[in-house]
């Protein structure tokens, strides 16, 4: 810890003790200096369903039912209601925190509010207010679980901001009595203590990540919607903030440099309704910051295959900065953003890969909006492959038409962001890989964070990543579930592109220390459908190694054996693939097992399968050489 962190660490830690003698219960009469204005078209929102049943991380939640704000609605756990920063969030003594926290970002909230706007019963209204009211009364500030993280408090922000837009706050005041004072004297005291919170508790240096995003763009739209007597200078700050993150977070070509895919929809959405809400209270973000954020939706639109999936690396938790779409099975936020693109920069690519102009965008760019997407042209042109050499990641493709592509991605990418990598996995040199469509080489997914550490150990080990791991360590050296103390570094050594063959080669030096480096080289010849893996490894100790190779593949892969390390394997509705194994390599196929753990495919946060693991092992002192072939068949016969 460098010695200005060291300093704000210590600045933080007399800042919370001020805090928690001075504000712990702290309820304000602080009133606005007047209503925002409007400025979302809600008008035309159509929201069909009156069922108030909404999916939490795959649970199925009754908002209408008397809810515990403290419970973790997993284990029924309750964590205490004590000074917010003396609760222990990471382990399970009290339940799993992630699983109070997703209720409490109150994101249902706005389905409740389209319920409301859609048919105008007032029994929404009625429980929008009743469950509001009675979060203010069961969190008072800095006391309880909901009020240890900073992110948690923006995304209430964000959620509040479009719960009263879609309401229309200021006209349901004018005509009822109740509401009014249920403003007045609950809701915009509370809005300004989240506001006080963001500003007064950042995330600095090796914790200023995610969570320093959502700091910015919770108090850069709130203090610009919501005119307190501290908002202009809130917004100065916060604005600031929200233009130099989103520039410090992803490279120039719009990478996020945390290392994980499914955080690349969470992160971005911060952005996205910072854009829409800096346009439309005349807060408009720098030049710089649309460049960037058209950066980022190219490589969403490289990163996606052709029905707009990505295969996960890094850690996901399923997070989502704000929900308004309906069908959460079918939405796709990806494409989502996209669309977003589409109708922010006018690009028919973007229009090409998205899913339409759905219910999300409706709410932040109404008829407006529907008109600039409808205006853009309708132009689908087959993607090439993409190396972001600089950061590291390959995405080998071939896309013909009719729904056939081949697409493998190539990770020659840092370990993550700052000091401790905190959503990093140790995978360097991993690959994942999809045909039609439909995934075949997996990354494993993520699983759980501070909770079941020995499942926490496995996802974002070496051995759960489709590349070398030897003598069975880690590529890096961890320092926490959520910390990395040393790091690998990756470096890119050839790239070649080429009509006919493709290449990509590098290495990594996290072995270093045991004797060993790593090199990988990937070929694909187009032409043939085939890609040759070759894997060098140089020991330089002269030492017996025990080198581990797992290839996982998607649970619903079928694999034939043909021998001689040869597997023929098979997707549904996609063409198959032939693999074969260099023959210095004995193998098993794993599935499963526990003991110790290998062979799991975790698709979302908390949830697992069995899925195959074609493991490999070799012992060796000398350097040597291995190749795989992966070869796509041309036709589903």
Not at 99 to 123: I, S
Not at 253 to 265: A, C, K, L, P
Not at 323 to 338: A, G, P, R, V
Request: proline share 4%; glycine share 6%.
């Amino acid at each position: 810890m460098s010695v200005p962190e060291l300093a704000f660490r210590v600045d933080q830690m007399l800042n919370r003790r001020i805090n928690k003698m001075k504000f712990q219960g702290y309820f304000p009469e602080k009133s606005l200096v007047f209503l925002p204005e409007k400025i979302l078209d809600t008008e035309n929102i159509s929201f069909p369903s009156e069922d108030t049943h909404f999916e939490i991380l795959g649970l199925d939640w009754d908002y209408s039912e008397m809810i515990d704000w403290h419970k973790d609605i997993r284990t029924q756990g309750v964590f205490p209601r004590i000074f917010c920063r003396n609760v222990n969030t990471r382990s399970d003594e009290n339940g799993i925190a992630k699983y109070v926290w997703e209720p409490n970002r109150h994101q249902f909230l706005t389905r409740l509010a389209m319920q409301y706007k859609t048919t105008g019963d007032r029994k929404f209204l009625k429980l929008f207010q009743t469950i509001l009211e009675s979060w203010i009364v069961e969190n008072p500030y800095l006391i309880g679980v909901n009020w240890y993280s900073n992110i948690e408090v923006n995304v209430r922000l964000i959620t509040w901001l479009l719960c009263w837009e879609i309401l229309d706050v200021n006209s349901i005041m004018e005509e009822d009595a109740s509401f009014d004072a249920f403003v007045k004297s609950r809701w915009v005291p509370s809005i300004y203590l989240h506001c006080k919170y963001s500003h007064d508790f950042p995330s600095k240096f090796t914790s200023a990540n995610n969570h320093r995003i959502s700091e910015g763009v919770g108090l850069f739209i709130a203090s610009a919607y919501w005119k307190f007597p501290e908002s202009p200078k809130w917004n100065r700050e916060a604005k600031k903030v929200v233009e130099t993150e989103l520039r410090k977070q992803h490279s120039a070509t719009g990478v996020n440099r945390e290392e994980t895919s499914e955080y690349i929809q969470f992160i971005t959405d911060f952005f996205l309704i910072a854009l829409v809400v800096g346009e439309k209270t005349g807060n408009k973000l720098s030049s710089d910051s649309y460049t960037i954020f058209r950066g980022i939706l190219e490589y969403v639109y490289h990163l996606m295959d052709i029905r707009g999936k990505i295969n996960h690396y890094g850690d996901g938790d399923d997070g989502r900065t704000f929900i308004l779409e309906e069908d959460k099975e079918h939405f796709n936020n990806y494409s989502s953003l996209l669309t977003s693109g589409a109708i922010i920069y006018g690009e028919p690519m973007f229009k090409a890969r998205s899913n339409g102009f759905d219910l999300k965008n409706q709410v932040l760019f109404g008829r407006e909006g529907e008109a600039k997407f409808d205006k853009v042209k309708d132009v689908f042109q087959p993607r090439q492959s993409k190396f972001y050499r600089e950061e590291g990641h390959f995405l080998f493709r071939k896309e013909e038409g009719g729904g056939r592509e081949i697409l493998l991605h190539f990770d020659v990418a840092p370990l993550g962001y700052l000091g401790i990598a905190a959503h990093g996995h140790s995978d360097a040199l991993s690959f994942y890989m999809g045909v039609d469509g439909q995934f075949y080489f997996i990354d494993p997914g993520t699983f759980s964070y501070h909770t079941d550490m020995e499942w926490r150990n496995y996802f974002i080990s070496t051995l759960a990543h489709n590349t070398i791991c030897v003598d069975g360590k880690n590529q890096a050296l961890r320092g926490g579930p959520t910390m990395w103390t040393e790091h690998y570094t990756p470096k890119v050594l050839e790239v070649k592109e080429s009509s006919a063959v493709e290449t990509v080669s590098g290495s990594h030096n996290g072995y270093e220390a045991s004797g060993v480096r790593h090199t990988r080289r990937i070929d694909f010849d187009r032409k043939r459908n085939l890609f040759l893996i070759t894997d060098s490894i140089e020991i330089t100790d002269q030492k017996e190694h025990d080198f581990q190779i797992p290839l996982h593949l998607h649970p619903e892969v079928n694999i034939e054996e043909k021998g001689e390390n040869r597997f023929s394997l098979q997707q549904k509705d996609a063409r198959g693939v032939e693999l074969i194994l260099d023959k210095k390599l004995t193998y098993t196929i794993v599935s499963g097992q526990t003991h110790p753990i290998l062979g799991w495919y975790s698709p979302s946060f908390y949830k697992k399968s069995p899925c195959p693991v074609i493991y490999s092992q070799l012992t060796a002192s000398q350097s040597f050489e291995i190749t795989t072939e992966i070869h796509v068949n041309e036709s589903t016969d």
